[in-house]
């Protein structure tokens, strides 16, 4: 009697998750030390770049909860190796679980703009909760918060800027043949 375990993700998604997640760690963090430090157009860059891996990745691996072990793999990546404050994990969790949860109220990831709603949500309730976390934290000096909003605002429209790239780079690696679904 042979008894088979069913996996939820294949050891090929899980790796496949784990790439992109370090890639968009490495790639981020290549743009902005190549940017000289976090300036406008690095900023800018570096939120297109991991957007555009995000798409990519979810293109390639369509199953619920892709993008919460994402998210959980790349904020253990940032706390463990590159010293990141693990104070933004609520805020990273929150807004997967609700990008996760507005995929599937429009379809599932199976539908051709899947993917695209999960991110478009994650990027925009990851901001604003982000701006909460600090509004937490700044409270004394709201000042800082009211400098904090232009630099989300810019990293925000980065992300947008990398849908679109996203959509153009799964498009491409359709034809090659490297995201077949």
């Not at 790639?27 to 190549?34: C, E, G, I, K, N």
């Not at 976090?38 to 293109?59: A, D, E």
């Not at 993917?115 to 600090?134: N, Q, T, Y």
Request: glycine letters at 8%; charged letters at 10%.
């Amino acid at each position: 009697m042979k008894s088979t375990v069913n996996r939820y993700w294949s050891a090929h998604e899980l790796v496949v998750i784990g790439v992109f997640s370090a890639a968009a760690k490495i790639s981020t963090l290549l743009v902005a030390l190549a940017g000289g430090g976090m300036n406008p157009v690095s900023l800018l860059l570096k939120n297109l770049v991991f957007t555009t891996l995000l798409i990519v990745m979810l293109y390639k691996v369509r199953k619920p909860g892709t993008l919460l072990l994402f998210v959980l793999i790349n904020m253990l990546v940032s706390a463990l190796l590159l010293g990141a404050s693990i104070t933004l994990l609520p805020a990273m969790l929150a807004a997967a679980l609700v990008a996760e949860t507005a995929v599937a109220l429009a379809g599932g990831y199976a539908r051709p703009w899947g993917p695209l709603v999960a991110v478009a949500v994650f990027d925009l309730l990851f901001r604003i909760c982000s701006l909460g976390v600090s509004w937490l934290y700044m409270r004394e000096n709201p000042a800082m918060l009211v400098a904090a909003v232009p630099i989300v605002i810019l990293g925000y429209a980065g992300a947008l800027i990398g849908l679109f790239t996203g959509v153009r780079a799964v498009r491409e690696l359709r034809h090659a043949g490297i995201v077949r679904q």
